[in-house]
Nanobody
């Protein structure tokens, strides 16, 4: 069982930066695939970025490629999302998610394939 707690959200102007963190409990986090998803008001949840257990296999949504960077520190049981050049359309609640695939390199991009979720952190980008 893994519990996830996001932090780092807030209000930022267009063009600004934020760094989200997702702290995980449990000693098995290092074997999990992890990802970030977001949901804007009135919209479906969408994939943002994901990485395999080692951080060596990474995927991004086209809308954030070149602006966002996902990383993880397994020694600290923490997942990060560095967000640069933020745009108003990035405004959403951001969720981290984990899937225990026991060191698999398969990285799903669909939220339904993740079994563990945080409570979310709000990111608001003003124009």
């Amino acid at each position: 069982q893994v519990q996830l707690v996001e932090s780092g959200g807030g209000l930022v102007q267009s063009g600004g930066s934020l760094r989200l963190s997702c702290a995980a409990s449990g000693r098995t986090f290092r074997s999990h695939v992890t990802g970030w998803f977001r949901q804007a008001p009135g919209k479906e949840r969408e994939f943002v970025a994901a990485t395999n257990w080692s951080g060596g296999r990474i995927y991004y949504a086209d809308s954030v490629k070149g602006r966002f960077t996902i990383s993880r520190d397994n020694a600290k049981n923490t997942l990060y999302l560095q967000m640069n050049n933020l745009k108003p359309e990035d405004t959403a609640v951001y969720y981290c998610a984990a899937r225990n695939d026991y060191y698999s390199d398969y990285v799903p991009l669909e939220g339904d394939e993740y079994g563990f979720w945080g409570q979310g952190t709000q990111v608001t980008v003003s124009s």
